[in-house]
């Protein structure tokens, strides 16, 4: 089984109201189409420990790493990100996630079992 991925987009938008209407709004739906998940839009932010980030921040899930990737570099996506760009800069990573199975394969401390 592969573990899903995480898109992180940590986006400082400068004209939020263009990034909405030009890039953000229309681009979920091509994410939704593609197989992926909006976790986090942007929400509001609580600092736990240190300085939060002043970005928006994205968070998607996606199945593995090879459909993010696919999506990511697919020709409307590239096409959609110069447009966002306009309006943001985009500092963007792919996490890797933990299936269920390996997760067992850990105890309490971190070590593999």
Avoid at 24 to 32: N, T, Y
Avoid at 41 to 58: A, N, S, Y
Avoid at 67 to 88: C, D, T, W
Wanted: hydrophobic content about 40%; overall charge positive; glycine content about 8%.
């Amino acid at each position: 089984m592969k573990p899903p991925a995480y898109l992180i987009a940590l986006n400082e938008v400068t004209n939020q109201e263009a990034y909405l209407r030009e890039f953000s709004i229309p681009s979920r739906a091509s994410v939704k189409a593609a197989g992926g998940r909006y976790i986090i839009l942007g929400g509001k932010i609580t600092p736990l420990d240190g300085e939060p980030p002043k970005t928006r921040v994205v968070i998607q899930v996606w199945d593995s790493l090879e459909k993010l990737q696919a999506f990511y570099n697919s020709p409307e996506f590239v096409a959609a990100r110069k447009i966002g760009m306009k309006h943001a800069t985009f500092h963007t990573f792919a996490v890797e996630g933990v299936t269920a199975d390996r997760m067992s394969a850990f105890d309490q401390s971190g070590h593999q079992t």
